[in-house]
């Protein structure tokens, strides 16, 4: 499995930005396709953006404007930029790695997360 690690969490006032990362050697060689996903406390996991090997883009309703997804193949790594922040965006984040179109079986793993503050 690619190994995923996610950084980038804090805390910040409402109206603020942040941008989180998530790295995963062998990513873009194995074709992985990648989800975020956020979790509050006392709350269900709620699917966030996805980015596929073909770089579309999707996102939920409720950070849609607000929120860009991105990778640098390069890297190995997307990017979650989060602008606007509120603070119904306090939550536990992290990323899934899927396979793509051609993905291998290593491209199923996920990280622990990083932990998003937003205060009013």
């Known amino acids: 499995q690619v190994h995923v690690v996610e950084s980038g969490g804090g805390s910040v006032q409402a109206g603020g930005s942040l941008r989180l990362s998530c790295t995963a050697p062998?990513?873009?060689?194995?074709?992985?396709?990648m989800d975020w996903y956020r979790q509050a406390a006392g709350k269900q996991r709620e699917w966030v953006s996805s980015i596929s090997t073909d770089g579309s883009t999707s996102y939920a309703d409720s950070v849609k404007g607000r929120f860009t997804i991105s990778k640098d193949k390069a890297k190995d790594t997307v990017y979650l930029q989060m602008n606007i922040l509120k603070p119904e965006d306090t939550a536990m984040y992290s990323c899934?790695?899927?396979?793509?179109?051609?993905?291998?079986?290593?491209?199923?793993?996920w990280g622990q997360g990083t932990q998003v503050t937003v205060s009013s």
């Open positions: 899934e790695t899927k396979p793509g179109v051609g993905g291998t079986s290593m491209c199923y793993s």
């Open positions: 062998g990513f873009t060689s194995n074709r992985c396709g």
